[in-house]
């Protein structure tokens, strides 16, 4: 096996596939199924296909100028790369478009699926980070997340409430009993939710009053203004895209209705990953795996930009942070109990290499009306 690596006949192999690569994108470029242009391909697989052009060439002895010219090539297109990344990045970093190629993130529906019904909470099926101002255990602090929002859109008897992203409707149960509105309709992605959902719902003996549907967010296909409320609970960071869904949210709401998002977002941009590399890496994967579409990664200023944009009025994007991430960690290393429900998920987050992480991360309380004209 070793002298098969170390030989030509290895190399041959490797560029062979090399060019089914190539092929196999400029055909799926060609019926725009490839977010990369041919020549973008290309400029990726030039410099490694010219190394191993020149490694074939003193394997076999070939003489004269052969050899560094390919290496000359190899150089030359790696910069080629170099720059249309850079020049990418700073079309990017211009106009705020987050189009550009990089970890995929993982699907939301996907992502539940693999969580199962493990809930965050003991008591209850929560699904939040909860709200530690006064709470000392995570029962106490996912249901104070709930209250909060709750209270911060006003939710009364006079209100129709759409929760969005409502997980196992533990929340909607909780703002039905709490503050008793007119009705819940609830929107959520992932069937299996859906279903354990209706099924506490059915047992609380609330089918009435919470109406919990299969959908997506940024396409509820609810009526325009048949609701006052629109909330989401820890999961519009997830939505393909956050400001597709304030979009729809507008829509649904009737002027003058409110719109409350407990939201995980950035605290500054995505980091450079030529400055810092090593934070720029674990942020994607981060990113990636919580099912965060990168155009989704923008901090406070935007996030209240885009509300605006979006026919928002009376917007607030307040940072409650310093309530939430410290109460969590202490309860991931504490609560033994909250780690075992968390399956290997559980002990992942409480290992998870720090590389200042926890300062790239904010989490908001946004609130916002519906214009009236």
């Not at 009526?223 to 895209?241: G, I, K, N, Q, Y």
């Not at 409110?258 to 995980?264: C, E, N, P």
């Not at 780690?339 to 946004?366: H, Q, S, T």
Request: charged share 25%; proline share 5%; net charge neutral.
């Amino acid at each position: 096996m070793i002298d098969f690596l170390a030989s030509a006949h290895a190399i041959d192999l490797v560029l062979a596939l090399i060019a089914v690569e190539a092929v196999v994108l400029y055909r799926l470029a060609r019926k725009g199924r490839c977010p990369l242009r041919p020549r973008e391909t290309l400029l990726i697989l030039a410099p490694g296909a010219f190394l191993l052009l020149a490694a074939r060439a003193v394997i076999a002895g070939l003489p004269g100028l052969l050899v560094p010219a390919l290496f000359l090539a190899a150089l030359i297109a790696h910069l080629t790369d170099l720059r249309r990344q850079w020049t990418n990045r700073q079309r990017v970093a211009a106009s705020g478009d987050h189009a550009e190629t990089g970890l995929p993130a993982l699907s939301p529906r996907l992502l539940y699926r693999l969580a199962s019904t493990h809930s965050f909470s003991e008591r209850g099926m929560y699904l939040n980070l909860g709200y530690w101002a006064e709470a000392r255990t995570i029962d106490e602090a996912c249901e104070a997340m709930v209250e909060l929002v709750g209270k911060t859109a006003g939710i009364s008897s006079a209100d129709d409430v759409v929760d969005v992203g409502f997980g196992f409707g533990e929340q909607d149960i909780y703002w039905t009993r709490r503050f008793a509105p007119r009705g819940i309709v609830g929107v959520n992605i992932t069937p299996e939710q859906v279903q354990a959902a209706r099924e506490r719902v059915r047992a609380e003996g609330l089918e009435d009053r919470i109406d919990l549907r299969e959908g997506s967010a940024t396409a509820t296909g609810l009526p325009d203004a048949c609701c006052d409320v629109v909330t989401a609970v820890e999961c519009a960071f997830h939505f393909d895209t956050r400001e597709q869904f304030f979009a729809e949210a507008a829509r649904v709401l009737r002027p003058g209705g409110r719109i409350v998002l407990a939201d995980s977002i950035p605290m500054r941009a995505e980091p450079d990953p030529w400055r810092n590399p090593l934070r720029a890496a674990l942020f994607s994967i981060a990113r990636a795996a919580l099912a965060v579409p990168r155009a989704n990664v923008y901090p406070r200023d935007v996030y209240a930009a885009k509300l605006a944009a979006a026919g928002f009025e009376d917007v607030r994007v307040e940072s409650i942070r310093d309530h939430v991430f410290p109460g969590w960690s202490r309860a991931l290393v504490e609560d033994a109990g909250l780690r075992r429900r968390l399956g290997p998920a559980g002990w992942l987050l409480r290992n998870f290499p720090d590389a200042g992480m926890k300062d790239e991360f904010d989490y908001v309380l946004a609130f916002a009306r519906r214009r009236t004209t």
